[in-house]
C-alpha cells in the first residue's frame, strides 16, 4: 500500500474537506494596505549583474569576462572529472539526505583542513582548531564577521581594493569596514610599503583579512619573504589574521605551495582564521562548499569557540547543505581521486596562464604603447588590466565585452578562440 | 605559542549551550543503551526506525546524474524553474507569479531569516513579529538575530490539549497594527495542533482588523494530511481574502531532502514594479550572506 494511500484512509475521505474548502474559499480580493509599496529598487549587483546584462546581448561575438567562473578552452563550463567521479560513487551508495549537524559533516571538515593547513599540522593534531562547514566563502566570511562582532570586534581591516562582496558581508555583521593600502595602480604592483604601513597602524586586536594567494582582484600577491615579514608586523601589533582561501590548487597549480602563506602564519604560532571556499579549484561554485576554522590556544578553546559557531549557525540556516562536501570527502579521501583532483586543478592553472602569456603577446604584437607585464606577472583567476572606467564602459559597449568596472578581467574566460578578439579589443580601447 | 594581542579575545568566550533540539541527536548519538530510542528531531522514520529517501527522489538523482548536471552558480535568487514550481505546489492555481516576488532559500530556516532580514530592513528594527505560543525553538532566536521584537500569542491550551482560539484571537487583536503575525500552515510545531478552517476563517479576520502581515511557515504540505491541496488550505484562504502573505516553505520533510536545505521564500506584492523592488532588495540581503544557493 502506497504511503499516500494509507494515509488518506487514515483522514478520511477527501471530498468533503476539499468541498468545504471550495465553498469557504471567498473570491472577493479585497486589497489590503500595501505593506511594500515604498520599498525602493536597489541597485543590481556589479559582478553577478554583469551576467544579466550579458545574457541579454544578442551579439555573436560577445565575450563574458565577469564572473570568475572557470571555463574550458571551448569557452564552456567545465565539472572536473574527478567530481564526475565522486558523483557517480555517492549515487551508487544511495546515500540518504539527512540533516548534517549544525557543523557540516565532520569528515568533509577533517579533510578541508588538512587540505589548507598540511596533513601533519600540529594543530590539528593538538585539536586546537574549531573547524565548520559554511556556505562556500561567503558564508564562512559573514559567519566570521557574526561571531568576531557578537564577541567584542567592531571593525575588520581589508585590504584595498578587495573582492566587491567582503565589503558588505562585513559590514551586514555588524562591523566597520576599514581599507589597507594593497596596490599601486601607477606601477600596477603590490605597494607593499602602503601596506606595512597601514597594517602596523592598525589598533591591537584588529581582525585583518588576508588574501591566502591569486588576490582577487589584483592577481598580486606578496612573495614568500614579504609574507614572512607581514607575519612579524601582525605578530607585533597583535593582530588577528583571517585568510581568505578561495583558489587553492587554482593559483599556481600546486595546492601546498598556495597554502604557503597560511601554513607561514600557523608556524609562526598565530591563533589565525581561515575561511576556505571549493568554488574554483573543485568546480563546484552553485554547491557553496567551504569551511570555517579558528585556530585557539589550545583544545578547550576550540570546543568553547565550535559551540558559539553553532549559536551563529543555527539561526541563519541551521545545517549545510549536504552534496556538495560529499563530493569533496569522496575526493580527499582517495588517494587516487586527490591526485587526479590535483592534476585536473593544474590543467586550469596551466591554461589560464597561457592565456596570459598570449594575451600580453597580442597586446605587445599589436604595438600597445602600454606595458602588459602585469597580466603575466598576476596570478590566479584574474588580471587586473589597469583600464579605466570609460575604457571598460566602452570595451562593452562598442565590442561586446563584458567585466567588472575596475578592469578586472576574468582569464578563466579567454579562449584560444576569443583571446585574439579580446585583445585587438583592448588595444582598440586603450591606444591614443 | 603565540597567546597575546589579536586572538585574546576568544580566551573571554565562553561555552555555548547546546542547541534544544540538535543537542539532543548529538547525546543520542553519543548513548550507548542498546535500548535508545531517538524521538526529538524531525526527520521521518520508517517501520525499521530508518531514514527513507523517497522513491521518486531516488528516480530524480537518477536523471540527474544521467543528463549531466552542470555545477555553476545560481543566480542569487536561486533556480526560479524552481521556484514556480515550488510556488505552484503551495499556492494552487491562485498563484499569480507576476507580482509575487519569490527566492530560493536554505529550506525553512533560511526562508525565515531572509524574510526576517526583509522585515527589519522595510518594517523596522524592533517591529514586533508575533509568534504562537508555544511554537518551533528556533523561530525565536532567528527573529531576535534579525532585529525584530518577538512577541508571543497564546495558542494552545494544556487544559483541554486543544487550540486556545479565544487567547489567540484575543491576543491578536490586542496586536499594534502592522504587526507580523506568524502563522504554522498546517501541523502545528510542536502541538501537532490545527486550526479548523472556520477557525482559519476567523483567524484572517481578527488579522486583517489589524492590518497584520501574515507570514506563513510551511514545514508540511502533503505531509500533514497526506493531501498536499488539504495542507495548503489555510494558506489559500489568506490570499483569497486579500492578506498580501509571505511565505517560508520546506522540502526538508515531504520530499525527505532534510540535509539539502531546499526551500522558497516568497512575498505577495500589488505589482509587477512593487515584486521587482522586493526582488532587489531580498538579493541585496542573501548575497552578502551565503551569495547563491545550493543547486
Redesign the interface.
Given at each position: 500500500m502506497s504511503m499516500s494511500t494509507a494515509m488518506m484512509r487514515q483522514f478520511g475521505s477527501k471530498s468533503s474537506a476539499r468541498q468545504r474548502l471550495l465553498t469557504t474559499v471567498a473570491v472577493a480580493r479585497r486589497t489590503l494596505s500595501t505593506f511594500w509599496s515604498d520599498v525602493p529598487q536597489g541597485p543590481p549587483d556589479p559582478i553577478i549583474g554583469l551576467n544579466e546584462a550579458f545574457a541579454k546581448d544578442t551579439f555573436p561575438q560577445k565575450v563574458n569576462v565577469g564572473v570568475g567562473a572557470y571555463r574550458g578552452d571551448d569557452g564552456k563550463p567545465y565539472v572536473l572529472p574527478c567530481v564526475r567521479e565522486a558523483e557517480q560513487i555517492i549515487n551508487a551508495a544511495q546515500l540518504d539526505h539527512e540533516y548534517a549537524g549544525i557543523i557540516g559533516e565532520p569528515q568533509f571538515v577533517d579533510l578541508a583542513l588538512k587540505f589548507a593547513y598540511g596533513n601533519d599540522s600540529p594543530v590539528l593534531a593538538n585539536k586546537q582548531v574549531a573547524g565548520v562547514q559554511t556556505l562556500s566563502g561567503t558564508g564562512g566570511l559573514r559567519l566570521f564577521g557574526e561571531f568576531i562582532r557578537k564577541f567584542g570586534h567592531s571593525h575588520i581591516y581589508v585590504p584595498n581594493p578587495t573582492w566587491g562582496n567582503h565589503i558588505p558581508i562585513f559590514q551586514n555583521s555588524g562591523l566597520e569596514v576599514r581599507k589597507y593600502r594593497y596596490y599601486d595602480t601607477a606601477s600596477s604592483d603590490l605597494d607593499y610599503n602602503g601596506l606595512l604601513s597601514d597594517i602596523g597602524d592598525a589598533p591591537a586586536g584588529s581582525a585583518v583579512l588576508l588574501h591566502a594567494c591569486a588576490h582577487n582582484p589584483t592577481g598580486m600577491d606578496p612573495t614568500l619573504e614579504q609574507w614572512a615579514e607581514i607575519s612579524q608586523l601582525v605578530k607585533s601589533k597583535g593582530l588577528l589574521p583571517f585568510f581568505d582561501c578561495a583558489y587553492q590548487g587554482f593559483a599556481s597549480g600546486n595546492a601546498p605551495q598556495d597554502a604557503a602563506a597560511i601554513r607561514l602564519f600557523v608556524e609562526d604560532g598565530h591563533n589565525l582564521a581561515l575561511v576556505q571556499s571549493f568554488s574554483k579549484n573543485f568546480g563546484l561554485y552553485g554547491q557553496r562548499v567551504g569551511a570555517l576554522s579558528i585556530v585557539g590556544q589550545d583544545a578547550d578553546e576550540a570546543s568553547r569557540v565550535l559551540s558559539q559557531l553553532k549559536i551563529c549557525i543555527r539561526p541563519s540556516y541551521s545545517n549545510p547543505p549536504r552534496h556538495g562536501a560529499r563530493i569533496v570527502s569522496t575526493i580527499l579521501s582517495d588517494d587516487r581521486l586527490t591526485t587526479d583532483f590535483i592534476d585536473q586543478c593544474k590543467d586550469m592553472a596551466d591554461r589560464i596562464n597561457s592565456m596570459r602569456v598570449q594575451l600580453r603577446s597580442i597586446l605587445e604584437g599589436a604595438g600597445s604603447d602600454r606595458s602588459w607585464e602585469h597580466v603575466t606577472k598576476q596570478i590566479g583567476m584574474f588580471a587586473y588590466s589597469g583600464l579605466s572606467k570609460e575604457e571598460v564602459t566602452a570595451l562593452r559597449d562598442d565590442h561586446h565585452i563584458y567585466c567588472t568596472l575596475d578592469g578586472r578581467i576574468s582569464m578563466a574566460g579567454v579562449t584560444s578562440g576569443n583571446v585574439d578578439y579580446i585583445a585587438n579589443a583592448i588595444h582598440e580601447v586603450t591606444k591614443k | 605559542?603565540?597567546?597575546?594581542?589579536?586572538?585574546?579575545?576568544?580566551?573571554?568566550?565562553?561555552?555555548?549551550?547546546?542547541?534544544a533540539i540538535?543537542g539532543i541527536?548529538?547525546a543520542f548519538r553519543e548513548c550507548t543503551d542498546p535500548n535508545k530510542v531517538n524521538i526529538c528531531?524531525g526527520?521521518y522514520r520508517d517501520e525499521n526506525g530508518s531514514?527513507?529517501?523517497l522513491p521518486s527522489?531516488?528516480a530524480a538523482?537518477?536523471k540527474m546524474?544521467e543528463t549531466?548536471v552542470?555545477?555553476?552558480?545560481?543566480?542569487?535568487d536561486g533556480d526560479q524553474e524552481f521556484v514556480k514550481l515550488a510556488l505552484q505546489f503551495a499556492y494552487g492555481a491562485d498563484l499569480d507569479y507576476a507580482t509575487t516576488a519569490a527566492v530560493q532559500t536554505?529550506?525553512g530556516?533560511?526562508a525565515c531569516?531572509i524574510g526576517g532580514e526583509f522585515f527589519g530592513r522595510?518594517?523596522g528594527k524592533g517591529h514586533k513579529i508575533y509568534l504562537p505560543n508555544p511554537t518551533w525553538g528556533?523561530h525565536v532566536?532567528?527573529f531576535?538575530?534579525c532585529g525584530l521584537d518577538v512577541q508571543r500569542y497564546r495558542y494552545y491550551s494544556s487544559e483541554t490539549n486543544g487550540l486556545d482560539l479565544a487567547g489567540m484571537l484575543e491576543d491578536l487583536k490586542n496586536a499594534p497594527e502592522?504587526s507580523v503575525i506568524l502563522l504554522h500552515a498546517c501541523a502545528h510545531n510542536p502541538t501537532g495542533c490545527d486550526p479548523t478552517?472556520?477557525q482559519w476563517?476567523e483567524i484572517s479576520d481578527a488579522v486583517?482588523a489589524i492590518?497584520g502581515?501574515v507570514f506563513f511557515d510551511s514545514a508540511y504540505q502533503g505531509f500533514a494530511?497526506?493531501?498536499a491541496?488539504?495542507d495548503a488550505?489555510a494558506l489559500?484562504?489568506f490570499v483569497?481574502?486579500?492578506?498580501?502573505v509571505t511565505l517560508a516553505q520546506s522540502f526538508?520533510k515531504n520530499f525527505?531532502?532534510?540535509?539539502?536545505?531546499c526551500g522558497t521564500l516568497s512575498?505577495l506584492?500589488?505589482s509587477a514594479e512593487?515584486k521587482?523592488?522586493?526582488m532587489?532588495?531580498l538579493?541585496?540581503i542573501i548575497?552578502?550572506?551565503?551569495?547563491?544557493?545550493?543547486?
Open positions: - | 605559542s603565540f597567546c597575546d594581542g589579536g586572538m585574546s579575545f576568544l580566551s573571554e568566550v565562553p561555552v555555548g549551550p547546546p542547541d540538535l541527536a548529538q528531531v526527520a531514514p527513507w529517501v527522489v531516488r538523482e537518477r546524474i549531466d552542470k555545477k555553476e552558480y545560481a543566480p542569487i536554505l529550506s530556516t533560511g531569516r522595510f518594517l528556533n532566536n532567528i531576535k538575530d502592522g478552517l472556520e476563517k486583517k492590518n502581515v494530511s497526506g493531501d491541496e488539504l488550505a489559500r484562504l483569497s481574502e486579500g492578506h498580501k526538508a525527505g531532502l532534510y540535509g539539502e536545505r512575498i506584492t500589488n512593487e521587482a523592488a522586493v532587489s532588495q538579493k541585496l548575497r552578502p550572506m551565503y551569495s547563491s544557493p545550493p543547486i
